[in-house]
């Protein structure tokens, strides 16, 4: 299951990287992930989890989003993996998180 919330600049404390910003948490997290990004301007947005190995664990498309502060919110069984890589792909930016899954 997946919500959208808009949420306000203000609300989202993350880091930016490539200008891209993302924030998953909680970290360590079970099965209930929210993840929290800030897009400069309007991009196409999709989420990639993946082991350590590479392996594809799900793949989100979240289709155009307009620019400003967006957060999801995640309920996934992730087959029992104890470190997760999300990657968030916007437009030409890309963001990468490590997860610890309990």
Aim: net charge neutral; charged share 20%.
């Amino acid at each position: 299951m997946i919500k959208n919330k808009r949420t306000s600049i203000h609300d989202v404390n993350i880091q930016s990287q490539n200008g891209l910003g993302m924030l998953v948490f909680p970290n360590p997290s079970d099965d209930q992930l929210t993840i929290k990004f800030d897009l400069q301007s309007k991009a196409e947005v999709r989420l990639k989890v993946t082991d350590l190995q590479g392996k594809i664990m799900n793949t989100f498309n979240w289709g155009h989003l307009s620019s400003g502060a967006h957060q999801f919110n995640i309920s996934e069984d992730f087959d029992n993996q104890n470190i997760l890589i999300f990657q968030l792909q916007a437009g030409d930016k890309i963001s990468t998180q490590k997860v610890i899954v309990k």
